[in-house]
């Protein structure tokens, strides 16, 4: 499998990021849904890639008991610092550092199993996918975030870099630079439920992420009523295609089955 690597230096970029107006509108998007889908709390909530710990704070803020897994460092060094900043959810999370290759199949399965903003960073996500979906409980989710294959080149569009908006599209690329500077890989949302589809979840509808503000840089800083316009704007078109289609990230969930009774 692949390893993501690298990230003990992005840490910074990544945390000014998560804190804009732009990042903060993809945590409360995917939040959510995730929540609207989650067993009730308290569930079992493992967050695999969970860098500075966001999006597990928000889950154990909700009650659910998150175990929050990353292999950088610095990034899982940054989310015990917020943790610690948070004592009352100080019983509800655990961090662990780790990657891909030392997630167990052999232990208890989670309720949940979230995998956000990680896929974009592999060359395929197939091995991650099984792995991932080897974890999740009868009834209980998967949740991934990926960067979106259908709409490459969109942003560098909107920004007014017809240059290599032009060349992306031409060449049918399936990769983009990111916004942490690195090149990063698109998934289609429905190959991620055909993947989830083969290791026994059966998919629920997916949506888009960021579909009319993903071109704005992390200095646009809207006053709260104008942040809550835009949010309900994306979430409105987050279910509906064509314009899901068009988001920059694509959030797929698929479900385990219950077990039968005999």
């Known amino acids: ?147 979106n294959r259908r709409a490459i080149a969109v942003r560098e569009a909107l920004v007014g870099d017809s240059e290599t908006a032009c060349r992306l599209i031409v060449s049918g690329a399936d990769r983009s630079v990111g916004n942490l500077g690195r090149e990063t890989r698109g998934d289609d949302p429905d190959a991620l439920d055909r993947l989830a589809a083969e290791h026994g979840l059966i998919p629920q509808p997916w949506q888009g992420v960021r579909m009319f503000h993903d071109h704005f840089d992390d200095t646009w800083a809207p006053d709260p009523a104008a942040y809550a316009a835009a949010l309900e704007l994306e979430w409105a078109a987050s279910s509906r295609s064509p314009y899901r289609d068009m988001g920059h990230l694509v959030h797929t969930l698929a479900r385990r089955p219950e077990r039968s009774r005999s």
């Open 1 to 147: 499998m692949d390893t993501v690597t690298g990230f003990d230096s992005v840490g910074a970029a990544y945390a000014t990021h998560s804190d804009s107006a732009r990042g903060r509108l993809r945590h409360d998007l995917v939040e959510r849904r995730l929540l609207a889908e989650l067993p009730a709390a308290p569930a079992r909530i493992l967050d695999v890639g969970c860098g500075n710990g966001e999006m597990t704070l928000r889950l154990a803020a909700a009650g659910h008991q998150a175990t929050g897994v990353d292999p950088a460092a610095t990034m899982l060094a940054a989310a015990a610092d917020r943790l610690a900043a948070r004592p009352e959810l100080a019983d509800r999370v655990q961090l662990v550092n780790a990657g891909f290759e030392s997630l167990s199949l052999d232990g208890e399965p989670f309720d949940g199993v979230c995998c956000h903003g990680v896929l974009m960073y592999l060359d395929d996500p197939g091995e991650a996918v099984a792995r991932l979906a080897g974890l999740v409980a009868p009834g209980g989710l998967l949740s991934l975030l990926a960067k």
